[in-house]
């Protein structure tokens, strides 16, 4: 059961990431595409989390993390410089 769950889950993320690829090539302003790409990050979160309940390893939960924190980062510096011109002060 938890099989057939995985990959419908696989399969749902997978069309979400595509959605946001698509928002990320059509958005009508900046704010947008920082949107899109920060949605991206989420997305691919949750399939390298998917994927590791898949394989059973702890290994990819790790890897989210990371990826959590750069996105993390790099949303928040894009939007500065958006907002300011400048990331650090």
Do not use: K, Q
Not at 19 to 34: A, S
């Amino acid at each position: 059961m938890i099989e057939h769950a995985l990959t419908f889950a696989l399969g749902a993320t997978s069309l979400a990431l595509l959605f946001n690829l698509w928002c990320l090539v059509r958005g009508p302003g900046v704010i947008d595409r920082v949107l899109a790409v920060d949605t991206m990050v989420i997305n691919m979160i949750a399939l390298i989390i998917f994927y590791g309940i898949r394989e059973g390893t702890p290994v990819y939960f790790e890897a989210a993390l990371i990826l959590a924190m750069f996105g993390f980062v790099s949303t928040v510096a894009f939007c500065r410089f958006v907002s300011r011109g400048d990331i650090i002060e």
